[in-house]
């Protein structure tokens, strides 16, 4: 088995310039890339998860009340079975048509259709305690993450010269700090793809897959074929606007608008910046132009470019979300979800209003059956002496 990973998947041709072999990178006396360190992060990954279970209820669901995160108290939707089964055979809003096959089978008017559907799924939402949760998360490892590799890449030649991430390529040693973060930035990244299922579904849910799945093959590779250096610079680009995003979460869950908003406004500052600017002019140049003048193309240049390109046009995309968000901020328009909850709220309330008038309505015709009596029995004992 060996011997084939060694014929196939590790030929020199893949991973390496023309004319280099695996023993060229040895460095003795330094650590190197060694294919093998990347199986230490399958096991890193899953104590993330323990780890992020064990924040998440220690310290992230606590942090939450005291930042006061209150979860919105949805109307069950009542059981019927016919509509709970072709919901969760289809678990999409039903076509007019459906709506009224629906109605017709359950004898339920139109109106109590969508009222049903409407109620399901937003029984179906996230807490906000559970977005929280993993928001607070997120933010706290891009943030560890983001200023431990700036403290440990600021004083390096490449950080300021992007020239520098090719001299001596690929016979350059890794640094310790350098190894750690490439090992446990591979490790977060394998803990959110294995969690992918459980955690919040948001509407980006299939370019996050692409972004993670891009996320590590960039990492994993770059890695074996000593691309460490200018890694790092990519990593860091992603983690610097990262964790603003996920402190604006957090303060938007709990109601802090005001807060939320102006962190939102700095995360797409920072995002339009590093991703349009910073990415593309000064990383991506570098990799796709700059490297040519140190080493001939090779599979791994095209490889690793091509997952570069495939980031950068998620990066694109997501700047049109944002950017989309900041116009519907400023002329205050709400998401489709949020109209639905406003709307479940609306019926809430108007649910509650009912009953109210219905409890006091009923108070009322007992007040007055009662008055009724006891007039009729006054005058039934002044008729003798009226006689």
Not at 69 to 97: C, G, H, I
Not at 231 to 237: D, E, H, K, S
Request: charged content about 20%; proline content about 4%.
């Amino acid at each position: 088995m060996e011997g084939l990973l060694d014929q196939w998947l590790w030929k020199e041709e893949y991973w390496l310039p023309p004319g280099v072999t695996w023993k060229d990178i040895e460095i003795e006396g330094d650590r190197y890339p060694l294919p093998r360190d990347l199986f230490y992060t399958l096991p890193l990954a899953l104590g993330f998860i323990v780890l992020r279970y064990v924040f998440e209820r220690v310290i992230a669901m606590p942090l939450s009340r005291q930042l006061g995160v209150r979860d919105r108290v949805r109307v069950r939707a009542l059981p019927v079975p016919k509509l709970e089964t072709f919901y969760k055979q289809n678990k999409q809003q039903p076509s007019q048509s459906e709506v009224l096959g629906l109605g017709k089978h359950c004898g339920l008017s139109q109106r109590q259709i969508e009222t049903w559907f409407r109620q399901r799924r937003n029984q179906d939402r996230p807490s906000n305690t559970k977005k929280f949760c993993e928001a607070s998360w997120r933010f706290v490892f891009y943030l560890i993450a983001f200023v431990a590799a700036l403290a440990s890449l600021i004083d390096t030649p490449w950080f300021w010269d992007h020239r520098e991430c090719w001299q001596g390529y690929p016979k350059q040693p890794v640094a310790e700090a350098h190894y750690w973060y490439y090992i446990t930035e591979l490790g977060f990244y394998w803990s959110l793809l294995l969690c992918v299922t459980v955690d919040v579904k948001r509407k980006d849910f299939k370019e996050q897959i692409i972004h993670h799945i891009a996320t590590i093959l960039l990492i994993g590779f770059s890695y074996c074929a000593n691309y460490v250096r200018v890694g790092t610079l990519v990593i860091l680009v992603h983690d610097s606007s990262d964790f603003l995003l996920e402190s604006a979460k957090m303060f938007n869950y709990a109601g802090w608008r005001k807060t939320c908003d102006t962190l939102f406004v700095i995360f797409a500052l920072v995002f339009l910046l590093t991703r349009l600017v910073v990415f593309p002019g000064r990383i991506v140049h570098s990799t796709l132009v700059v490297s040519l003048d140190f080493f001939q193309p090779f599979f791994g240049y095209y490889f690793f470019n091509a997952l570069l390109l495939v980031l950068q046009a998620l990066h694109i995309f997501w700047a049109w979300l944002i950017l989309r968000m900041v116009y519907k901020f400023v002329f205050m328009e709400s998401e489709p979800e949020e109209e639905e909850e406003a709307v479940e709220e609306e019926e809430t309330s108007w649910e509650q209003r009912k009953g109210a008038l219905n409890s006091k309505l009923a108070s009322l015709a007992n007040n007055c059956v009662l008055n009724n009596l006891t007039n009729q029995r006054n005058m039934n004992s002044r008729l003798p002496k009226a006689r």
